[in-house]
C-alpha cells in the first residue's frame, strides 16, 4: 500500500512516522509513505498558498489552484484521494477497514480558514475525526494512517484484531496484567483459573456490560444471539 500526505506542516509527520509500530511497519515495506509539502507547488515568488475568502469572513482559504497541482503531481488512476474536513460522518473502525483496501491513499490536510471548495470536486471523499474543529488537518491524517497500517501489520494477530472496540460492533472486555492482586482490586478468578469455556462467557458478558454502559447506541445496531441477549439481561438486572 502506498499511502502520500499532502500538507502544509511535513515537520509534524517526522515523530509519527518513526515510532514504535508504525515505524516497523514501514520497515517491514507493508506501506510506504510520501509526505509532501503542498507549498512546493506554488508558483507564487513568496511560496503562497493562501488568500482571503470572497464574500468577506475571517481567516485565509488554502488556494484550488495550488491544491490541484499538488495532487495531479502525485496522483495515479489508482488514486483514492481523502479530504481531512470536519464536514463529513465521524470517522469509524469500519472506515479503516475499508480503506485499508486501497493500494494508493492520498490524504489532504487542510489548514487556516479551510480550502477553497471547488477542491471537493477533485476528492473522493472527505473524512472528519470527530465533530469538533481542529486547526489542521494533519492531526486528522495521522489518525487516520494509524487506524489502517496497523490493520496491514502481521505483527498484530487476525485474533487480536477480531475482538477489538468495534470490529463485531461491542467494545473490548476489561483486560488485566500480573500482578493478581494491587491495593486489594483482584483480577476476576475465571481469568486465572485456564477455563477456556469459561473464560470466553466471562469476556462476552463484559464486554456487553461496557458496550451497555458506555456505548448503548451500538447495542441498537447489533443483532444479538440467543447468549448475548440473555447475558444483556443479566447485566440488566444486576445493574438494578
Ligand atoms: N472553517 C472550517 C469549518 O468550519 O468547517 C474549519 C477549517 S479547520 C480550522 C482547518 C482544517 O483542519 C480543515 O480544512 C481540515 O483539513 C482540518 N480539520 C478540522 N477539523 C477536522 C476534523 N474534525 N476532522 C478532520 N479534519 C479536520
Redesign the pocket.
Known sequence: MKITILTLFVEQFNSFLNTSIIKRIIDKGLVEVKVVDIRDYSLDIHRHVDDTPYGGGAGMLMKVDVLVRALKDNQNPSSYVL?????AKPYKQEDAYRLSKKEDLIIV???????DARFEDYVDEN???????????EL?AMVVMDSIMRLLDEGISADSLKEESYTNGLLEYPQYTRPVEFEGKEVPFVLTNGNHEEIRKYNLKMSLKETYLYRKDLLDNKTLNDEEKKMLQEIINELK
Do not use: F, N, Q
Request: proline share 4%; with cysteine; aromatic share 8%.
Open positions: 479530504l481531512t474536513s470536519p464536514k490536510c487542510g489548514h487556516y480558514e479551510g480550502i473524512v472528519s475525526i470527530g465533530d469538533y474543529v481542529l486547526t489542521g488537518g486528522a
